[in-house]
C-alpha cells in the first residue's frame, strides 16, 4: 500500500504532487508483481477519487496515443494505491520492454499484411503531407520570396518494405538557414511512419513528425517534441509555422 504522499514525494521531492508535471515515464510497480509504466493525469474524476486513495493514470501505448487524440477519459486508468508496493521516477526498463514487444507485434504480423500496398500508401502519404506544406501552408511565403522550396529524393530499404524511393523537402531561407523535411522510417514500434522535421546543421532542432493509420484509414500526422506522448499534437499549420519561426529566432 502507498499513500498519495509516498507517491508525491517519489514524483517530484521538491514540490510533492501526484500529478506534477513530468517529463520521464513513471513505473507502479503493483503487490501482485504486476507493472505499469505512463504518467499521472489529473481528470475531472481524479479529486474525488483520491479521496478513496485512488487516482489517475495514462498508460504508455495505445492508450496515451489515444487520449492525447482526443482527451477521452475513458483511456485513462484508475489506479488503486492501496494496491501498489513502489513508484519508480524515472523510470526506462519498462520503456524498453514495451518497445520490444511492440517490435516483435510488428514482425509477427508481418506475413498477413499486404506490404507493398502498406509501402505505397506510406510514399503516398508522405508526398501529401509535404504538398500541404508547399502549396497550402507555406504557399505565400515562397510566393513572396521569403523562402525556396528543393525537393529531392532518397532511396530507403526496410525489412518489410524492401527498396523504395521517397521525397525529401528542404526549405531555404535568405539567412542561409534550411528546415528539412525527411522521411525516415514507415514503420515504427508506436506509429506507422516516422519523417525527421529538423533544422539543418543543429542537432538539438529536431522533431518528428509521426503517422498513425486510425481504424478508418485515415492518416494523422502528429507533432512529437520527443516519447512523451503529452509531448504529441496533431500536426497543423499554426504549430507547424511555429516550429520553424521559433528555430529561426
Same mark, same amino acid.
Given at each position: 500500500?502507498?499513500?498519495?504522499?509516498?507517491?508525491?514525494?517519489?514524483? $517530484?521531492?521538491?514540490?510533492?504532487?501526484?500529478?506534477?508535471?513530468?517529463?520521464?515515464?513513471?513505473?507502479? /510497480?503493483?503487490?501482485?508483481?504486476?507493472?505499469?509504466?505512463?504518467?499521472?493525469?489529473?481528470?475531472?474524476?481524479?479529486?474525488?477519487?483520491?479521496?478513496?486513495?485512488?487516482?489517475?493514470?495514462?498508460?504508455?501505448?495505445?492508450?496515451?496515443?489515444?487520449? #492525447?487524440? &482526443?482527451?477521452?477519459?475513458?483511456?485513462?486508468?484508475?489506479? $488503486?494505491?492501496?494496491?501498489?508496493?513502489?513508484?519508480?521516477?524515472?523510470?526506462?526498463?519498462?520503456?524498453?520492454?514495451? +518497445?520490444l514487444k511492440k517490435?516483435?507485434?510488428?514482425?509477427?504480423?508481418?506475413?498477413? +499484411?499486404?506490404?507493398?500496398?502498406?509501402?505505397?500508401?506510406?510514399?503516398?502519404?508522405?508526398?501529401?503531407?509535404?504538398? &500541404?506544406?508547399?502549396?497550402?501552408?507555406?504557399?505565400?511565403?515562397? #510566393?513572396?520570396?521569403?523562402?525556396?522550396?528543393?525537393?529531392?529524393?532518397?532511396? #530507403?530499404?526496410?525489412?518489410?518494405?524492401?527498396?523504395?524511393?521517397?521525397?525529401?523537402?528542404?526549405?531555404?531561407?535568405?539567412?542561409?538557414?534550411?528546415?528539412?523535411?525527411?522521411? /525516415?522510417?514507415?514503420?515504427?514500434? $508506436?506509429?506507422?511512419? +516516422?519523417?525527421?522535421?529538423?533544422?539543418?546543421?543543429?542537432?538539438?532542432?529536431?522533431?518528428?513528425?509521426? #503517422?498513425?493509420?486510425?481504424? &478508418?484509414?485515415?492518416?494523422?500526422?502528429?507533432?512529437?517534441?520527443?516519447?512523451?506522448? +503529452?509531448?504529441?499534437?496533431?500536426?497543423?499549420?499554426?504549430?507547424?509555422?511555429?516550429?520553424?519561426?521559433?528555430?529561426?529566432?
Amino acid at each position: 500500500m502507498m499513500t498519495k504522499d509516498q507517491i508525491a514525494n517519489i514524483i $517530484d521531492p521538491q514540490f510533492p504532487m501526484v500529478y506534477a508535471p513530468t517529463t520521464e515515464p513513471t513505473k507502479l /510497480i503493483f503487490e501482485d508483481g504486476t507493472e505499469m509504466v505512463g504518467y499521472f493525469q489529473h481528470t475531472k474524476n481524479s479529486d474525488e477519487l483520491e479521496k478513496q486513495n485512488k487516482f489517475t493514470f495514462v498508460e504508455f501505448g495505445e492508450k496515451a496515443q489515444k487520449f #492525447r487524440a &482526443t482527451q477521452d477519459d475513458s483511456f485513462v486508468t484508475t489506479i $488503486d494505491a492501496n494496491l501498489l508496493k513502489n513508484v519508480e521516477y524515472p523510470s526506462y526498463s519498462g520503456i524498453l520492454k514495451e +518497445r520490444l514487444k511492440k517490435i516483435e507485434e510488428i514482425l509477427n504480423e508481418a506475413p498477413k +499484411r499486404n506490404w507493398p500496398e502498406y509501402k505505397n500508401k506510406w510514399v503516398e502519404d508522405v508526398k501529401n503531407i509535404i504538398n &500541404t506544406v508547399m502549396y497550402k501552408w507555406l504557399n505565400d511565403y515562397e #510566393r513572396e520570396g521569403f523562402l525556396k522550396f528543393s525537393l529531392l529524393t532518397a532511396k #530507403r530499404f526496410e525489412t518489410n518494405l524492401g527498396e523504395y524511393l521517397i521525397p525529401v523537402l528542404e526549405i531555404s531561407f535568405k539567412n542561409g538557414s534550411t528546415v528539412v523535411l525527411d522521411p /525516415i522510417a514507415g514503420v515504427t514500434s $508506436d506509429y506507422n511512419g +516516422r519523417i525527421d522535421f529538423y533544422l539543418m546543421g543543429n542537432v538539438y532542432k529536431k522533431v518528428s513528425i509521426l #503517422r498513425k493509420i486510425m481504424e &478508418t484509414g485515415e492518416t494523422v500526422w502528429i507533432y512529437a517534441k520527443n516519447y512523451d506522448t +503529452r509531448t504529441h499534437f496533431p500536426l497543423g499549420e499554426q504549430l507547424f509555422i511555429k516550429q520553424i519561426n521559433e528555430w529561426l529566432q
